[in-house]
């Protein structure tokens, strides 16, 4: 598995406002997901992390809102752009491949930052 | 699309009761199939994992068979623990990524 950890934990901000949320990992990983959780429901993934290039992002959300960089492998952030009340969530990092063996394509996931926006 | 159909919760139950929550899915081709567990105020954790038919995952007395013929992937315990309160989400792994279930909240009671 990887040790996976987020920066900041949580944070509270005022609308309109941006936050970058770092994501470090202790090995390189080939994948690095963002994901977010609202209060009680499931995850939804953001985008994918690509290494070198423009992350892909999922159906519902775009770039300007959420930009991502990947400069390397085991580094990654998500900028939560002009923010609203609506962006109040769990954002959450997550890899995959990491270690010298495939591992069926396991996710391991970071501790998450909790962002309240007011 | 893939898609995953997962018990709704909360289920509640007292120490040492049996535990199942039905877990099912719809995918092309022979998806790896997980459990994750998440705690009270912690992130998600891996639980068990499953990656090919009648494979079974298991983990802290959790246990999951991977069951091509009806698409399930149901988690089972037979003694949970008040330890074991958390919510916890089946996701099956579409071409290049996970879809994860709505979530089943797990309480158990002393």
């Known amino acids: 598995s990887a040790v996976i950890s987020q920066k900041p934990s949580r944070d509270i901000c005022q609308r309109g406002t941006s936050l970058t949320i770092q994501c470090q990992v202790d090995s390189q990983v080939t994948m690095m997901f963002w994901y977010r959780q609202q209060p009680g429901q499931s995850l939804t993934l953001i985008a994918t992390a690509n290494q070198g290039s423009e992350a892909t992002y999922e159906s519902g959300f775009v770039i300007d809102k959420f930009p991502i960089s990947r400069p390397n492998l085991t580094f990654s952030t998500l900028t939560v752009s002009n923010m609203s009340p609506e962006d109040s969530s769990i954002y959450l990092c997550?890899?995959?491949?990491?270690?010298?063996?495939?591992?069926?394509?396991?996710?391991?996931f970071g501790p998450g930052t909790r962002l309240t926006v007011l | 699309g893939n898609s995953v159909t997962q018990m709704e919760g909360p289920v509640t139950l007292s120490e040492e009761a049996f535990l199942t929550i039905n877990c099912t899915y719809t995918a092309t081709g022979y998806p790896s199939l997980f459990w994750y567990v998440q705690y009270p105020g912690e992130g998600l954790q891996l639980l068990l994992k499953?990656?090919?038919?009648?494979d079974k995952g298991s983990n802290k007395g959790f246990e999951a068979t991977y069951r091509k013929e009806t698409t399930s992937f149901h988690l089972e315990k037979g003694s949970v623990q008040v330890s074991d309160s958390a919510v916890y989400f089946c996701a099956p792994r579409g071409t290049d990524k996970l879809i994860f279930g709505t979530g089943t909240r797990l309480q158990v009671f002393p």
């Open positions: 997550s890899v995959e491949g990491a270690g010298r063996t495939n591992s069926y394509n396991e996710q391991f």
């Open positions: 499953a990656t090919k038919a009648d």
